[in-house]
């Protein structure tokens, strides 16, 4: 997801790298505009969340639920990332 949104900052001429600032700017960029939805941004927070605590916090035992709803926003998102970046 977040090479994903990589590439839609690309096709807007702005970058970043670090994840929290391309969340950022995808939000102000493409959510708040209407261009995606609030959801396909609580997906990328979600996903994002379960990425830190699985990487960084001490003995966190991530659930076979957790990782099916990040796989599910996944796969919505790059759908959908696709989709707008083929239609540009």
């Known amino acids: 997801m977040f090479y994903a949104v990589l590439a839609l900052l690309v096709s807007r001429q702005l970058g970043t790298s670090k994840h929290k600032g391309a969340i950022s700017l995808f939000d102000r ?3 708040k505009t209407g261009i995606f939805s609030k959801q396909m ?3 990328l927070h979600f ?4 990425r830190l605590e699985a990487d960084y916090a001490d003995l966190v035992d991530s659930s076979i639920d957790d990782a099916r709803e990040c796989y ?6 790059l759908s959908q ?3 707008y970046l083929q239609g540009s």
């Not at 996903?47 to 379960?50: G, I, R």
């Not at 599910?72 to 998102?77: K, L, P, V």
């Open 81 to 83: 990332v696709t989709e």
């Open 41 to 43: 941004s609580i997906g």
């Open 29 to 31: 960029e493409f959510v």
């Open 72 to 77: 599910s926003y996944a796969e919505d998102f």
């Open 47 to 50: 996903a994002f969340e379960q």
